[in-house]
């Protein structure tokens, strides 16, 4: 079955390594080259179980920038330019491969997919999709609290919603030269780091239940790529990111707002452990980045973001109690939604 986390942890080149840092296995490939490996992989089973080449069909799922690659991306820079702003393939999650063989019927739904690289699972609602707000959830927490691997249990758990995932990576600042030339001296965990007039723009667009085009970032160069993940006829939108509660107008487009809420110790020792293995990192590396710049904003910026959570999830994914409960009541709220179409629809057809 297809793994999203897997995709996070094998993102092991995509970050530039940082002074006292080991040189990276192969310095071509980046956090973004390696998501897009996975997701072609990803999208060529989808296409073997779709109906078009099988018997079986369409889809679930997710998409995140987060998880692109640029190996595709350097592909396609080469190509048409045209082409560049088109939709790659979309992040599969853990639960899809299973969701893609249960989803079977609906082919429409797979031409849409083609149209807004966004695999469905469920049926489109028709002519109503420009009307449609979608559901946006957000969730915050320090660095390695688990946000990603929430984020992969609830959409796990949904299995018949059209799901996407963007994180606030996506929205990176470019780095300016000075920067570029120092970038252990660069503060990624900073809220200055990011662009959230770019962010909130997208954010509200999509509320607004628009297509929009979600910026995709290389963590090799630190700069923001041309290609984008366009996003749109989507049920549920997941905004992941350690800021991710930070900017008001992003937290007022937000339905729910979670924050993940993980012992700082354990955070570090995963941060550690994860970096080291699967981002490239040495452990001194690692250590000299928490003390001055990780720990320091998580302390100042992120922490205090919580205060904005509806629901703070303890121990992460582990908590399976309230992750059950927070997919019961994105259920209850689609639920609603559908509810009050259905009621608009027969009115309208009332007064026909
Ligand atoms: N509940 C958990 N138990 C053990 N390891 C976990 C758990 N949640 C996450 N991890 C591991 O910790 C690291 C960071 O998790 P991740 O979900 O990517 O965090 P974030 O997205 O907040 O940075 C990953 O290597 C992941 O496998
Ligand atoms: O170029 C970059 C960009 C970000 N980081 C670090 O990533 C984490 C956030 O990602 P999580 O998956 O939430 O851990 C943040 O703490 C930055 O320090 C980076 O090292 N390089």
Redesign the pocket.
Known sequence: MYNALKF?RQQKQQ??P?ENDQPLDNPEEHRGAICLKILEKAKSSISSLSPKSSSSSSSSVSTSPKFKNNNNINNNQDKDKDNRDRDKSPLINRGQQQQIQNASKFKEEEEEVEDSNVILNRQPQSTDRKMKEMLMICIAG????G??TVCEEIIKRLENQRVAVICL?SF?RPLAHEDLENVASYN??HPDAFDWEYAQKAIKELKSGNKFHIPTYC?KT?TRLQETVAINGIDVIIFE??LSLYSQGIRDQMDIKIFVDTDSDTRLSR?VMRDIAE?GRSLEGVLH?YEK??KPSFDEYILPTKKYADVIIPRGADNVVAIDLIVQHIRSKLNEQDAKKLNANDKVMEND
Do not use: E, W
């Open positions: 996070k970050y530039q940082l320090g660095t390695a609290s946000k990603t990576d990176y990624f965990d963590f630190h990111g350690i941060r981002r980045q710049f990780v």
